[in-house]
């Protein structure tokens, strides 16, 4: 009876200690299982990099917004440069991108902005705003030895009639900036 | 005696703190990221052109090629009168391609205007006699849209005058022309635009047709 109280004893101190074997065993492998990242963040910096370079890409950044501004669709491959833009939209101008306090309404300025009323072409403030940043570029061209060519870029929405794009360029003519680069979405269509 | 240095285990790098980072950038460029390919189409205007006394004399001599954009459709002239299309002598309406509906322009009509720019160009007034400096005044041409047109008809109407029309029988189209089309580059040391491939080579003649427009504006 004592032998078999002994056996029974050392079969169940011999099932623990291999029990207490296995828990020692799952957690050591537990601690080892750390997410491997590594990969994960080579992917990412991949991503990031792509997105670095996309975003770097174009000198003037033109943000699209239906109802604002659309541009129209060219078979054009030229590129941007950067120089000194002009946004028309369905509402309102900017130039660099600040309001100049000029509003459009149905594809017209208002003529209390325009130096000679409803049928002038002359758009006062716009013509500031040029102006001033021609002799900002102006100095920095004799600075840099090169030539001002009065370059600018002119961002219109898709639907304005040309009348109101003729008084912008003619404006800016006036504030002596001659070529123009009309921002256009690239498509071979 | 024996020295026994300590075993230094050599910690983990936590990359936690960079992936948090990158997690956060990536959504933001993504939403500030253009996907749309922006380009450009390069205009002059009219008072860049005569400055000079040499440059009045020149615009004597220069053919004048000049397309009139109306809401009806295009009339084009020279400085010999109308230059449409034999048998569409332009009219008291003066128009050499009619729009079939008013102020809408079609791929077709745009397209007969291209092609008829190509025989001008490269056909009728092809040699060099009718200009005195061939290469800018070859590549010249105004053109004068009406107050009413619509902004992306006057841009679709820029890419006829400014490429050779693809599969043109007369005369025909250069084989060779490169795919990116006329393209013109910005030159960053003589900060002026040039007409380039996109290897840097000439294209003029494969590609371009007449890059140099004028757009007119204000009261003209």
Same mark, same amino acid.
């Given at each position: ?27 050591? *492998? ?13 992917? +990412? ?5 792509? +997105?670095?370079?996309?975003?770097? *890409? ?57 130096? *000679?009323?409803? *049928? ?70 | ?68 954009? &109306? ?120 900060? &002026? ?28």
């Amino acid at each position: 009876m004592a032998d078999a109280t002994n056996a029974a004893y050392e079969y169940w101190k011999r099932k623990k200690k291999a029990a207490k074997q296995v828990k020692k065993a799952a957690r050591r *492998d537990k601690k080892d299982m750390g997410l491997t990242i590594t990969s994960l963040l080579d992917a +990412l910096t991949i991503i990031l990099l792509f +997105l670095l370079k996309s975003f770097g *890409d174009n000198p003037v950044n033109i943000t699209q917004k239906k109802g604002e501004l659309q541009l129209p669709k060219s078979m054009s491959t030229s590129n941007m440069a950067d120089m000194v833009d002009i946004h028309i939209g369905e509402s309102a101008i900017l130039v660099h991108g600040k309001s100049i306090h000029v509003n459009v309404k149905n594809g017209k300025v208002d003529e209390n902005v325009k130096r *000679d009323g409803a *049928d002038g072409f002359f758009i006062t403030p716009l013509y500031k705003a040029l102006k001033e940043k021609a002799k900002k570029l102006k100095t920095k061209a004799k600075r840099a030895g090169w030539r001002f060519e009065g370059n600018a870029l002119v961002a219109a929405d898709k639907a304005i009639p040309y009348r109101l794009l003729s008084e912008v360029l003619y404006t800016a003519n006036q504030a002596e900036f001659k070529l123009y680069s009309f921002a256009i979405v690239k498509t071979r269509e | 005696m024996r020295k026994y240095r300590a075993s230094q285990e050599v910690g983990e790098l936590n990359l936690l703190p960079i992936m948090n980072l990158i997690s956060l950038l990536i959504p933001f460029l993504l939403l500030s990221a253009q996907f749309i390919q922006i380009g450009i189409i390069l205009i002059q205007t009219p008072r860049l052109k005569s400055q000079s006394s040499a440059d009045k004399k020149q615009k004597k001599k220069a053919l004048n090629l000049t397309v009139i954009m &109306t809401g009806k459709g295009y009339y084009v002239k020279s400085r010999f009168g109308s230059e449409c299309p034999p048998g569409k002598a332009g009219g008291e309406e003066k128009l050499c391609f009619r729009n079939k509906e008013k102020g809408k322009f079609t791929a077709d009509t745009i397209r007969a205007l291209q092609l008829h720019l190509w025989y001008l160009y490269k056909r009728k007034y092809g040699s060099s006699q009718y200009y005195e400096d061939e290469k800018m005044d070859h590549h010249s041409i105004t053109l004068v849209p009406q107050h009413d047109v619509k902004y992306e008809a006057v841009v679709k109407t820029l890419d006829a005058l400014r490429e050779i029309p693809a599969g043109a029988k007369d005369p025909p189209s250069p084989t060779n022309m490169p795919a990116s089309g006329c393209r013109m580059t910005f030159d960053k040391k003589a900060h &002026t635009w040039m007409v380039q491939g996109a290897k840097g080579e000439d294209v003029t003649e494969r590609a371009c047709m007449y890059h140099l427009v004028t757009l007119a504006i204000g009261a003209s």
